[in-house]
């Protein structure tokens, strides 16, 4: 298998929430054009984006053989020996297909859409790219505690994913031109959507694509991948659904009650669970299917076995096959939100705790093999002491002045055994 190809830049193609192209999630890096400056929905064609000069010389690229330097991080991660975003398939199919200059007739048929970063929660382990609530929150408080929003700043990848404009708000689907020209490239060319936002369920425009779709009688050819917080939904998905080919959500629920609510914040537990009901409802044999996606992190970690369980039961019969557990990603970052920072004592009487459920849990193969790997994880000591102590003083206080500012439960009454084990730990 070559070290370079990467289907991806034949089939797929990924809008980030800025509206800018990039290659593929895992790339951090926009599509530029000749002079340098990036593409943007608003002002330029999908079409334009897809045979652009970037994007024809990395083809050909691949096709050497080179190494492409935007594809970074899934080399790294093959080197380590996981796996990783990139797909090998058709290869021969593809190449064949390309000009010597690099550019296809093909069209993609797979695309990653993120709605912008309009959202309704304010969770944890995320940023105000992907929430443009977090800003808001942060400014907020930087207009009582100026000191606050400096040392965020300097701690920029430790308390909060940064991205240098706390107002950055992201709302280029709005603009009825582009929300129609993307419609209709979608319902013309691609078969397999994964829509992100933000919340998509919160934004019209979301909907308007179902209904533009289902005009132009499209959903039938269509697999639709939906990552939502379970907060929100529309009752028209109960026509809307069957009549795709098939339908994924990816549903993102942290923790059980309290734990959820505070994490993703100021979402309900009981509206979750009902939306998440609502979605069982329309499962069929043949399409619809529900992932469990938590983020695994330091405010969640000592309840993923009664979570599993929760979502295994609630799940019936069809767990298993329709309803089922993804890959229990840990949190990397902001740093303070990976459990790796934890004290020794603390991590041991978590993993404890889960060490009780293996035996449960190794009835489903893919579920134990995560699932043990969280408790390895646990036992294991990859960051040094100084790094961590100074990550749990970051952690205590970023979270201590985001739950004065929200007069709500605080971490410290949520997790007691964590709140002591902290203490003692930075003495």
Excluded at 74 to 101: L, P
Excluded at 229 to 253: C, D, F, G, H
Aim: hydrophobic share 30%; charged share 25%; net charge positive.
């Amino acid at each position: 298998m070559s070290k370079s190809y990467c289907s991806k830049l034949w089939n797929h193609q990924y809008i980030h929430m800025s509206g800018s192209f990039r290659f593929c999630c895992a790339t951090n890096d926009n599509i530029l054009d000749d002079k340098g400056n990036r593409f943007h929905i608003n002002n330029t064609s999908l079409d334009n984006v897809w045979n652009s000069n970037r994007v024809k010389q990395t083809r050909l690229k691949m096709m050497n053989s080179e190494i492409v330097p935007e594809c970074v991080k899934c080399v790294e991660q093959e080197s380590r020996g996981y796996a990783s975003m990139r797909t090998t398939d058709n290869k021969e199919h593809f190449f064949s297909q390309t000009t010597s200059d690099g550019s296809v007739s093909l069209k993609p048929t797979t695309m990653e859409l993120h709605y912008g970063n309009v959202c309704n929660l304010k969770c944890r382990m995320c940023s105000q790219n992907y929430s443009n609530q977090i800003g808001k929150e942060l400014l907020e408080i930087g207009q009582e505690d100026k000191n606050f929003i400096e040392w965020v700043v300097k701690e920029s990848g430790n308390v909060n994913n940064w991205t240098n404009s706390l107002s950055v708000e992201y709302s280029w689907f709005q603009n009825t031109k582009t929300k129609n020209k993307l419609n209709e490239f979608i319902s013309k060319n691609i078969e397999t959507l994964t829509v992100i936002g933000g919340e998509p369920t919160i934004i019209p425009e979301f909907y308007d694509l179902f209904e533009y779709c289902e005009k132009q009688d499209t959903l039938k050819n269509k697999h639709f991948t939906i990552v939502t917080n379970l907060t929100n939904t529309n009752p028209k998905m109960v026509q809307w659904l069957p009549k795709l080919k098939s339908w994924t959500i990816w549903a993102s629920i942290d923790g059980l009650n309290e734990r959820t609510e505070y994490i993703r914040y100021p979402s309900n537990f009981n509206k979750v669970e009902e939306n998440l009901k609502f979605y069982q409802s329309l499962v069929q044999e043949d399409k619809g299917f529900i992932m469990l996606s938590p983020a695994i992190q330091l405010l969640n970690i000592d309840q993923l076995d009664e979570l599993l369980e929760w979502y295994i039961d609630l799940s019936g019969d069809r767990f298993g096959k329709n309803m089922n557990i993804s890959w229990l990603a840990q949190v990397w970052y902001p740093r303070i939100c990976n459990y790796d920072i934890a004290p020794k004592d603390y991590r041991h009487q978590i993993a404890d705790k889960l060490e009780k459920k293996k035996e449960y849990f190794s009835q489903w193969k893919n579920i134990s093999t995560y699932y043990n790997s969280q408790i390895k994880n646990l036992r294991s000591n990859t960051i040094d002491i100084d790094t961590a102590t100074h990550l749990q003083k970051a952690f205590i206080k970023y979270n201590d002045r985001l739950d004065a500012h929200r007069k709500k439960l605080t971490w410290r009454k949520l997790l007691p055994e964590l709140e002591k084990s902290l203490t003692k730990s930075i003495k």
